[in-house]
């Protein structure tokens, strides 16, 4: 068990839809980052946040979007649903030291 | 700029040895090294930070050279729990912090 928690576990919409994947990252880590992970494809940089703030953006759609609460938690919210969107999403989170990423169990999104 | 992996795939037989490698074509500032399961989350093995650097986890060990942008991980006298795929994670100076993965390396030990 990393410590980082995401849910839901699974996900399962149809095309045009919108829906939003949550992330709590362990205890004190203050960034947060968002992989896509396509059928047996490697891990794809979504977006990093760092205590609230948007620290790095990578290959992420316009119809995507994420933020950081107070609280630390982070949101991923994916617009506009097509099939290519079904993917392993992870969320991963680290105290910027070292920068040892912790992966959370991800979700899985199925669009239909 | 995605790192390069080699092999692709590799299977072993329980007690053999096994490289992979993960070069880059940027100055990096470190490598990380994680192993995935089929459906599970990747988990960190370990991370490299200064050229020339080597470490070890069990039987599992890393070298970083920094001259020449490439790290490999060594694992030695493979366990059926080796299996999965391998991916390296690279950071270049200035990046914040981001991490960007190869393509991964699918590793088989068959007893």
């Known amino acids: 068990d990393s410590g980082v928690t995401q849910t839901p576990k699974h996900l399962i919409t149809a095309t045009g839809q919108r829906v939003t994947l949550r992330c709590s990252p362990r205890?004190?880590?203050?960034?947060v980052y968002w992989y896509q992970q396509s059928l047996d494809q490697g891990l794809q940089f979504l977006i990093q946040?760092?205590?609230?703030?948007?620290?790095a953006k990578g290959n992420i759609l316009e119809r995507f979007s994420a933020q950081q609460f107070p609280d630390l938690h982070s949101e991923l919210n994916l617009s506009s649903l097509e099939l290519g969107d079904s993917a392993l999403y992870f969320c991963?989170?680290?105290?910027?030291?070292?920068?040892?990423?912790?992966f959370g169990p991800g979700t899985r999104l199925t669009v239909l | 700029q995605q790192p390069v992996q080699s092999p692709q795939a590799v299977i072993l037989r329980e007690g053999e040895d096994a490289v992979i490698n993960c070069s880059s074509s940027?100055?990096?500032?470190?490598v990380h090294w994680y192993r995935q399961k089929h459906g599970e989350a990747p988990v960190f093995l370990m991370i490299?930070?200064?050229?020339?650097e080597q470490k070890g986890h069990d039987k599992i060990s890393a070298s970083f050279n920094e001259k020449k942008q490439q790290s490999s991980l060594y694992l030695t006298a493979s366990q059926l729990s080796y299996s999965g795929t391998y991916f390296c994670?690279?950071?270049?100076?200035?990046?914040?912090?981001?991490?960007?993965f190869g393509s991964g390396t699918q590793l088989t030990v068959l007893p």
């Open positions: 991963a989170s680290s105290d910027q030291t070292i920068n040892e990423q912790f």
């Open positions: 205890s004190g880590d203050l960034s």
């Open positions: 946040y760092y205590n609230g703030e948007e620290r």
């Open positions: 940027k100055a990096l500032y470190s």
């Open positions: 490299l930070l200064k050229g020339g």
């Open positions: 994670g690279t950071e270049v100076r200035g990046s914040a912090r981001q991490l960007t």
